[in-house]
């Protein structure tokens, strides 16, 4: 079992960056695809980075929305996975989830609460 704990939103201005943190508890990422998610009020949940945890390090991916701008990383002694943004937008406002998933299944089985992330203009 894997519980997640988002913690790192906050209400910015643009052109501002954020750190996002999601902290597990029950286990380590290990072997694990964990990523961020974000919903926008009248949006579709997006995928916005995912990282594969392995012994020998991770794999990132990212939306094209924020590539260049955010950058996802891990602290295995934490058992921390962070998204660090920079150059906010007003359209990065939205509600931010981890969601963990074992690698090789499909669905993401562990999410956590969501952080609120808000950028004024």
């Known amino acids: 079992q894997v519980q997640l704990v988002e913690s790192g939103g906050g209400l910015v201005q643009a052109g501002d960056s954020l750190r996002l943190s999601c902290a597990a508890s029950g286990r380590t990422f290990n072997d694990y695809t964990v990523a961020w998610f974000r919903q926008a009020p009248g949006k579709e949940r997006e995928l916005v980075a995912a990282?594969?945890?392995?012994?020998?390090?991770?794999?990132?991916y990212y939306a094209d929305s924020v590539k260049g701008r955010v950058t996802i990383s891990r602290d295995n002694a934490k058992k921390t996975v962070y998204l660090q943004m920079n150059s906010l937008k007003p359209e990065d406002t939205a509600v931010y989830c981890c969601?963990?998933?074992?690698?090789?299944?499909?669905?993401?089985?562990?999410w956590g609460q969501g952080t609120q992330v808000t950028v004024s203009s």
């Open positions: 990282i594969t945890i392995t012994w020998s390090g991770g794999t990132a």
């Open positions: 969601a963990a998933r074992p690698a090789g299944v499909h669905n993401y089985d562990y």
